[in-house]
């Protein structure tokens, strides 16, 4: 049996096709996994687990009915769904990681992370996350109206393409020497992580040990998925074009 790895996924009432793809990749291949991770961005924007919107139910459907099968599936916050927490995660039957998490897959001791916290030299970026993750910043924006939390997050999504316009694209990547002191301090010799839409296996040397850093893909136009069993690793993409009685 393989673990099955997913990031990015961006889901929004904008892309209906990524989100019947989801689906589909939840009722067929993700039922004979070992286990699901999805290491995140689940969402493009989650403003709360009281969220009323028909998404955030349809996508619990989904992952509720493939827990139900046996399949355990993981959760690592990402930085659009870094409020994502334990009452949302109950329904869906998802258990919560923490960022830089550790799991042995397929005999390997491996970590687990979003990927934004090893994108150093974006300072801006960092100074951001820094202040959205303080539990005093969270819990003044949750006690806000859903109207006015989804006000902000459209502001801070344009904000973010503004961004992500505006900065090289260098600096947005991951910092070499913080990948390397992310795996010393873990203790491992294989990292997977998503964030930088930069799908690919880096493999290096890692204080004269071999090592290697996969990195998922995105959604926003197709499926992006990586297969580890004993002995093998596939990441490839997903078709998004499905027969019409399953979209």
Not at 71 to 93: E, K, Q, S
Not at 147 to 156: G, H, L, M, N, V
Not at 192 to 198: E, L
Request: net charge negative; hydrophobic share 45%; charged share 25%.
């Amino acid at each position: 049996m393989a673990c099955l790895f997913v990031s990015d996924l961006h889901l929004d009432p904008a892309r209906p096709q990524i989100t019947r793809l989801f689906e589909h990749f939840l009722a067929g291949e993700a039922r004979a996994a070992e286990a699901v991770y999805i290491l995140g961005d689940l969402f493009e924007a989650w403003i709360g687990d009281d969220d009323d919107r028909e998404l955030p139910a349809r996508v619990v459907r989904a992952l509720r009915a493939l827990v139900s099968t046996g399949v355990p599936t993981f959760f690592i916050a990402g930085n659009r769904d870094f409020l994502l927490g334990a009452d949302y995660a109950a329904r869906a039957g998802m258990r919560l990681l923490p960022d830089a998490s550790v799991h042995t897959i397929a005999g390997v001791p491996t970590l687990l992370m979003h990927g934004d916290a090893l994108c150093t030299d974006d300072r801006a970026y960092l100074a951001f996350r820094d202040q959205v993750r303080a539990p005093e910043w969270q819990r003044q924006f949750l006690a806000q109206a859903l109207d006015a939390r989804r006000a902000f997050a459209a502001q801070a999504r344009a904000g973010s393409r503004a961004h992500t316009r505006d900065t090289p694209e260098v600096l947005m990547d991951v910092n070499v020497e913080a990948v390397a002191s992310a795996m010393r301090k873990a203790g491992v010799r294989r990292l997977i992580h998503g964030h930088t839409h930069r799908p690919a296996v880096h493999r290096f040397m890692l204080d004269a040990q071999p090592a290697e850093r996969i990195v998922l893909g995105d959604w926003y136009e197709q499926g992006s998925r990586l297969r580890v069993a004993a002995g093998s690793l596939t990441l490839d993409s997903l078709d998004p074009t499905l027969p019409a009685e399953q979209a």
